[in-house]
């Protein structure tokens, strides 16, 4: 484990602002608590300075995970966010997307959203904007990347995708031993 | 009458076995050389130039070759044959004439340091036995290599010398101190190698070539730097020569638990510079925003025209709101060019 270097952070929090925007800050500097992020085995973990304490007394091979993991690093250094970072990105969504109730079960199997299945989206998304997807209920069901702005969503057909599908809570299903 | 038939008959049998010998005979004034070894055939018989006028070249070249070829597969026949798989291989001797050489000679290669040393000392290479006595094993074993006798990394108890740390681990000791032999021994292959092809090799660090890359100019100057009598201490830097960053081999990454507050205001202040990089006027939001004002006025137009009864109320829908607040924030924001209505932005 180790903190994360200039360069590390600097890609993290590009990748997490696509999503947040300027409210990465409420997750860096909490009142509640100092939070950090630590890198293990190339995946960034978020967690308390307790639990970093803990977690010292743990050699690098035994140690599984650490806090809430946000995301990895690929081997050409770039950063992935895992659906595990939900939890964070929900709160401080800038741009939401509601999906209809019809359209959930595609949407946590892995599919895209389409057109015939958005219910209410954000005004002023632009397009390829990290979006959070909610259903009608207000429950988090995961992110994506918008693949049409707010205008063009409404003019387009109805089986055209409005949301390419990044990560889902159905994952915890379906990706269960890859998910740390 | 019979026996003229009987003496025709005879001539014509022995004009026969002529014809036949004919097409196998040659006749040469000089014997040919032949080395069949290598197939060869040399032919030193003269060529007279006047025959070589007189007919056509072509068949004049073609039937001296077949003559020759004739008389070569003649000698062949007369070597020892044997059957290989239903064909008759004939054994060819051993070639006889010294071809040249296909590739040059070798220069001789410089001597290594310790061919240098030995040579100077007087050291003769003293001829060892393959197999040596081990005791534990009662048996001759090899001298190096796979079970070797007195295998030093098979021990398994290695006493502790008395100035040694006791918690030394003196098993890795041993393993790291052979891995340092091999690589120097490796290293000063190379360094023999490299005096023998009058390759250039540098002391520490670089190799110079012609176009350097900035990485590598950076890498020069604080190499350059350090190699002072007090390590650099007492050099002055070039204007904005920055201290160098990695000079260790290994990256160096800040502790696992360093200061909080600073790691925390670090990457508060990554994030500041990060949103001050981000332009303020986004382009095409502001066309966007413009192309959604349009469109509530259009909206609002028709909504007039349509009659009162329809309230503003009932069409808001969550669309609608977010972007009037939206739409109200981001012309805020907007300073500066765009088109806006005649708003009051907040400066």
Same mark, same amino acid.
């Given at each position: 484990?180790?903190?994360?270097?200039?360069?590390?952070?600097?890609?993290?929090?590009?990748?997490?602002?696509?999503?947040?925007?300027?409210?990465?800050?409420?997750?860096?500097?909490?009142?509640?608590?100092?939070?950090?992020?630590?890198?293990?085995?190339?995946?960034?973990?978020?967690?308390?300075?307790?639990?970093?304490?803990?977690?010292?007394?743990?050699?690098?091979?035994?140690?599984?995970?650490?806090?809430?993991?946000?995301?990895?690093?690929?081997?050409?250094?770039?950063?992935?966010?895992?659906?595990?970072?939900?939890?964070?990105?929900?709160?401080?969504?800038?741009?939401?997307?509601?999906?209809?109730?019809?359209?959930?079960?595609?949407?946590?199997?892995?599919?895209?959203?389409?057109?015939?299945?958005?219910?209410?989206?954000?005004?002023?998304?632009?397009?390829?904007?990290?979006?959070?997807?909610?259903?009608?209920?207000?429950?988090?069901?995961?992110?994506?990347?918008?693949?049409?702005?707010?205008?063009?969503?409404?003019?387009?057909?109805?089986?055209?995708?409005?949301?390419?599908?990044?990560?889902?809570?159905?994952?915890?299903?379906?990706?269960?031993?890859?998910?740390? | 009458?019979?026996?003229?038939?009987?003496?025709?008959?005879?001539?014509?049998?022995?004009?026969?076995?002529?014809?036949?010998?004919?097409?196998?005979?040659?006749?040469?004034?000089?014997?040919?050389?032949?080395?069949?070894?290598?197939?060869?055939?040399?032919?030193?018989?003269?060529?007279?130039?006047?025959?070589?006028?007189?007919?056509?070249?072509?068949?004049?070249?073609?039937?001296?070759?077949?003559?020759?070829?004739?008389?070569?597969?003649?000698?062949?026949?007369?070597?020892?044959?044997?059957?290989?798989?239903?064909?008759?291989?004939?054994?060819?001797?051993?070639?006889?004439?010294?071809?040249?050489?296909?590739?040059?000679?070798?220069?001789?290669?410089?001597?290594?340091?310790?061919?240098?040393?030995?040579?100077?000392?007087?050291?003769?290479?003293?001829?060892?036995?393959?197999?040596?006595?081990?005791?534990?094993?009662?048996?001759?074993?090899?001298?190096?290599?796979?079970?070797?006798?007195?295998?030093?990394?098979k021990e398994w108890l290695?006493?502790?010398?008395?100035?040694?740390?006791?918690?030394?681990d003196q098993f890795a000791?041993?393993? &790291?101190?052979k891995k340092e032999r091999?690589?120097?021994?490796?290293?000063?292959?190379?360094?023999?190698?490299?005096?023998?092809?009058?390759?250039?090799?540098?002391?520490?660090?670089?190799?110079?070539?012609?176009?350097?890359?900035?990485?590598?100019?950076?890498?020069?100057?604080?190499?350059?730097?350090?190699?002072?009598?007090?390590?650099?201490?007492?050099?002055?830097?070039?204007?904005?020569?920055?201290?160098?960053?990695?000079?260790?081999?290994?990256?160096?990454?800040?502790?696992?638990?360093?200061?909080?507050?600073?790691?925390?205001?670090?990457?508060?202040?990554?994030?500041?510079?990060?949103?001050?990089?981000?332009?303020?006027?986004?382009?095409?939001?502001?066309?966007?925003?413009?192309?959604?004002?349009?469109?509530?006025?259009?909206?609002?137009?028709?909504?007039?025209?349509?009659?009162?009864?329809?309230?503003?109320?009932?069409?808001?829908?969550?669309?609608?709101?977010?972007?009037?607040?939206?739409?109200?924030?981001?012309?805020?924001?907007?300073?500066?060019?765009?088109?806006?209505?005649?708003?009051?932005?907040? &400066?």
């Amino acid at each position: 484990m180790r903190p994360l270097t200039e360069e590390e952070t600097k890609v993290m929090f590009e990748k997490l602002s696509k999503y947040i925007g300027e409210n990465i800050k409420l997750l860096v500097d909490r009142p509640d608590g100092t939070y950090c992020f630590r890198l293990h085995q190339d995946r960034v973990y978020y967690m308390s300075e307790k639990i970093l304490k803990l977690a010292t007394n743990f050699s690098r091979d035994k140690l599984i995970s650490v806090g809430t993991c946000f995301g990895k690093f690929t081997k050409t250094t770039k950063f992935r966010l895992h659906v595990t970072a939900l939890d964070f990105l929900a709160p401080y969504a800038k741009f939401k997307v509601w999906v209809k109730p019809g359209a959930e079960q595609s949407f946590l199997y892995g599919n895209h959203v389409l057109k015939s299945g958005l219910g209410r989206i954000t005004e002023n998304t632009m397009q390829y904007q990290g979006v959070v997807v909610y259903s009608m209920a207000d429950v988090p069901l995961g992110f994506g990347v918008a693949a049409k702005s707010t205008q063009e969503c409404r003019r387009v057909d109805p089986m055209s995708i409005v949301v390419f599908h990044q990560a889902d809570v159905g994952e915890f299903i379906r990706n269960e031993d890859t998910l740390t | 009458m019979a026996a003229s038939s009987v003496e025709e008959l005879l001539a014509k049998a022995e004009q026969e076995e002529a014809e036949k010998l004919k097409s196998i005979t040659v006749q040469k004034e000089l014997d040919l050389d032949f080395d069949l070894g290598n197939l060869l055939a040399c032919d030193k018989n003269r060529i007279e130039t006047r025959d070589f006028r007189e007919q056509k070249k072509e068949d004049f070249l073609r039937s001296l070759a077949r003559d020759n070829t004739q008389l070569l597969i003649n000698e062949i026949w007369k070597l020892p044959t044997e059957r290989v798989e239903e064909v008759i291989v004939a054994k060819l001797p051993e070639p006889t004439t010294r071809l040249p050489r296909e590739k040059p000679p070798l220069k001789p290669r410089p001597p290594t340091k310790w061919e240098q040393f030995a040579k100077l000392k007087g050291i003769q290479k003293k001829k060892k036995t393959n197999l040596v006595w081990d005791e534990t094993a009662k048996e001759w074993k090899r001298r190096w290599g796979y079970k070797r006798a007195n295998d030093d990394t098979k021990e398994w108890l290695i006493e502790v010398p008395e100035t040694a740390d006791p918690n030394e681990d003196q098993f890795a000791k041993r393993v &790291k101190a052979k891995k340092e032999r091999v690589a120097k021994n490796e290293f000063n292959r190379l360094k023999n190698i490299a005096r023998a092809q009058k390759v250039k090799t540098p002391g520490v660090g670089l190799v110079p070539k012609a176009q350097q890359s900035r990485n590598e100019l950076a890498k020069a100057v604080s190499v350059a730097k350090v190699s002072t009598a007090s390590v650099g201490r007492f050099q002055d830097d070039l204007p904005k020569e920055k201290p160098p960053k990695n000079s260790g081999k290994r990256r160096k990454f800040d502790p696992l638990i360093g200061d909080f507050s600073s790691e925390k205001q670090k990457q508060l202040d990554l994030l500041k510079t990060m949103g001050s990089k981000k332009p303020r006027l986004d382009i095409t939001k502001a066309v966007n925003q413009q192309m959604r004002e349009e469109d509530k006025e259009e909206a609002a137009a028709k909504r007039r025209k349509g009659g009162g009864k329809r309230g503003r109320k009932g069409n808001m829908t969550g669309k609608g709101k977010a972007g009037k607040a939206g739409g109200g924030g981001k012309a805020g924001k907007a300073g500066g060019g765009g088109k806006r209505r005649g708003k009051p932005g907040k &400066k």
